[in-house]
């Protein structure tokens, strides 16, 4: 597989090792000094491009690819409410986009264990129902991608009347999402149930980015010379 990288931090360098290490090759890294690399010529020449970038910039960069008619995996978080132009583009492209906001396997396992929570403690409004999360100080969006993802899943779940959530507004936020940035920690979830007698929780923590990228690289190989719109669980 030959693969573009759009991003050359901590995740796209950890993608850059895990690439090599399964016998890829990388045909050409675009960071924020060469941005104008990424051109259709170069586009062409790969399988597919890999984007982790910033919310401001991962619009740009995934609707580039979209209309040179390339492949493109992203995992940028903080700015999806543009996601679904993204999606329609690529059907009518007839395109291949894969996007998660999150690529550890456990942490998609655990957006599963979160839906059937949430219906099964839709019977119990006793229980106020919180999620928190902890990144390190460079994660530019809060809360994050992940967060935001547990949090749509209980909303869609929920009896309105339960008034967990504003009728109104269905805003996410009212769940209650608290968010930390400490140090260099890769990422953790929880997503808490109190009720005036015990608590029910659901957690994960990830212990470095390598299963991040490690999802992305897995992604990637799956959506070689496939066309459509993809997400982890047409991969699991």
Not at 5 to 23: D, H, N, T, V, W
Not at 181 to 191: C, E, K
Not at 203 to 215: E, F, P, Q, V
């Amino acid at each position: 597989m030959k693969a573009i990288i759009i991003g050359y931090g901590k995740m796209g360098r950890e993608i850059e090792r895990i690439l090599a290490e399964r016998g890829h090759e990388v045909t050409l890294v675009v960071d924020q000094d060469n941005v104008s690399d990424l051109t259709a010529e170069n586009l062409v020449r790969a399988d597919v491009a890999i984007e982790f970038t910033t919310p401001a910039t991962a619009y740009g960069n995934i609707r580039k690819c979209l209309e040179c008619g390339a492949a493109v995996v992203s995992g940028t978080t903080g700015w999806t409410e543009r996601l679904p132009e993204l999606q329609e583009l690529c059907r009518e492209r007839g395109g291949a986009m894969f996007y998660a906001s999150n690529y550890s396997l456990g942490v998609n396992l655990m957006f599963r264990l979160n839906r059937e929570l949430a219906r099964l403690m839709n019977r119990f409004p006793q229980y106020e129902v919180s999620i928190e999360e902890t990144h390190h100080t460079e994660k530019k969006d809060s809360p994050s991608g992940t967060a935001a993802t547990l949090a749509d899943d209980i909303i869609e779940r929920m009896d309105r009347k339960s008034g967990w959530v504003n009728e109104a507004t269905d805003d996410p936020a009212l769940i209650g999402i608290r968010s930390y940035r400490v140090g260099m920690t890769p990422g953790d979830h929880s997503v808490t149930y109190t009720s005036e007698d015990d608590v029910l929780e659901i957690r994960h923590s990830i212990k470095n980015r390598r299963t991040l990228a490690l999802g992305a690289v897995v992604a990637a190989e799956f959506l070689c010379g496939k066309s459509g719109v993809f997400t982890m669980d047409d991969l699991i």
